[in-house]
């Protein structure tokens, strides 16, 4: 009987690519999505490569919270470059496969730059918590090294995670269907395709997400919870006016980005592959970066300010 079931998992053939079912089989809405996709990946690009280029060429914008802000952008540009290439290829040629290493390496990306999003959104709480409650401090607790120290914890915090996941994903063979109802390699509805037991993977992932997402947002509900105190006992309402407009701007974006992604990897079910799973990445996958730089800088006045000295110097060079 075992020899039996040992030959028999020998006829398979392992799954070599995967077929992304994307988000529409019509082609005239596929030729909408294509249009405001490519839209979409355009202006990210441009409203986040603004952000880090303003932060880089004004130097009253070399503070800790435009280094973390700068550091947000180019994680953005990267979350959108890994995914929507992909999806403007598929839309466009109508093959949609991908290749078995291609997800895998996919999938690592999509997981790193949200883990690493994740815990950079809890650092700039924090750092938000220290330039509010401790101003006189602020300056040496957040110093360039410090800040380093800090976006790096972030980025291998993301790394190691995601290598985590995938490696438990991936360690189940995969012998079809490869057909995965999704417009990426998103690692709950493909890891529904594997073969075996993957109930301690689904642990693993459920377990991971827990400590990348309530980890960090305990953080920053509590650096926030601090920062509305503070706020309410400031005599100043020009003082407590600016602490809100700075901080409003950041819960917005945590808000929209957790609330999608706790959904997509928290909720009963986990890759359930139906099209809700789709609908819900659309917002942390293009939404989100989107919107981003246009939420931190809409009623910036520090970034309004540093936009006018910038042209300003343009065109003074050029009248010179």
């Given at each position: 009987?075992?020899?039996?079931?040992?030959m028999?998992?020998q006829?398979f053939t392992?799954?070599?690519?995967?077929?992304?079912?994307?988000?529409?089989?019509?082609?005239k809405?596929?030729?909408?999505?294509?249009v405001?996709?490519l839209?979409?990946?355009?202006?990210t690009?441009v409203?986040?490569?603004a952000?880090?280029l303003l932060?880089?060429?004004?130097?009253?914008l070399h503070?800790p919270?435009?280094?973390?802000?700068?550091?947000?952008a180019?994680?953005?540009?990267?979350?959108?470059?890994?995914?929507?290439?992909?999806t403007?290829?598929n839309?466009?040629?109508g093959?949609?496969t991908?290749?078995?290493r291609?997800?895998?390496?996919q999938?690592?990306?999509?997981?790193?730059?949200?883990?690493?999003?994740?815990?950079?959104l809890s650092?700039?709480?924090?750092d938000?918590y220290?330039?509010?409650c401790?101003?006189?401090t602020?300056?040496?607790a957040?110093?360039?090294?410090r800040r380093?120290l800090?976006?790096?914890f972030?980025w291998?915090v993301?790394?190691?995670?995601?290598t985590?996941?995938?490696?438990?994903?991936?360690?189940?063979?995969?012998?079809?269907?490869?057909?995965?109802?999704?417009?990426?390699?998103?690692?709950?509805?493909?890891?529904?395709?594997?073969?075996g037991d993957t109930?301690?993977t689904?642990?693993?992932?459920?377990g991971?997400?827990a400590?990348?997402?309530?980890g960090?947002?305990?953080?920053?509900l509590t650096?926030?919870?601090?920062i509305?105190?503070?706020?309410?006992?400031?005599?100043?309402?020009?003082g407590?006016?600016?602490?809100?407009?700075?901080?409003?701007?950041?819960?917005?974006?945590?808000?929209?980005f957790?609330?999608?992604?706790?959904t997509?990897y928290?909720r009963?079910?986990?890759g359930s592959g139906?099209?809700?799973?789709k609908r819900i990445?659309?917002?942390?996958?293009m939404i989100?970066?989107?919107?981003?730089?246009?939420i931190?800088t809409l009623?910036?006045?520090?970034?309004?300010a540093a936009?006018?000295?910038?042209l300003r110097?343009k065109d003074?060079?050029?009248?010179?």
């Open positions: 009987m075992e020899q039996g079931t040992k028999a998992a006829n392992s799954v070599t690519e995967f077929v992304l079912l994307g988000l529409s089989n019509h082609h809405v596929q030729v909408l999505l294509f405001l996709i839209i979409t990946y355009l202006l690009l409203g986040n490569g952000v880090i932060v880089w060429v004004d130097s009253r503070t919270m435009y280094f973390f802000l700068a550091q947000l180019g994680m953005e540009m990267c979350y959108v470059t890994n995914s929507l290439p992909q403007l290829f839309l466009l040629s093959n949609r991908i290749s078995f291609g997800c895998a390496v999938m690592h990306l999509i997981l790193t730059l949200g883990g690493t999003e994740c815990v950079l650092a700039m709480a924090y938000r220290l330039a509010i401790h101003p006189l602020y300056a040496a957040m110093d360039r090294w380093l800090l976006a790096s972030c291998g993301g790394i190691l995670l995601a985590i996941n995938v490696s438990c994903a991936f360690r189940h063979p995969y012998y079809g269907p490869n057909r995965v109802n999704h417009f990426v390699c998103e690692l709950p509805v493909v890891l529904k395709l594997a073969h109930h301690l689904e642990r693993v992932v459920l991971t997400a400590l990348i997402l309530l960090p947002l305990s953080i920053i650096s926030y919870g601090l509305l105190s503070s706020v309410l006992h400031m005599k100043s309402r020009a407590r006016s600016k602490a809100f407009s700075t901080c409003a701007s950041h819960l917005v974006v945590v808000t929209v957790y609330g999608t992604v706790i997509m928290m009963p079910g986990l139906s099209d809700f799973d990445a659309v917002f942390y996958l989100t970066p989107l919107l981003n730089p246009i931190y009623r910036n006045k520090d970034v309004h936009v006018i000295r910038v110097r003074s060079e050029q009248k010179g």
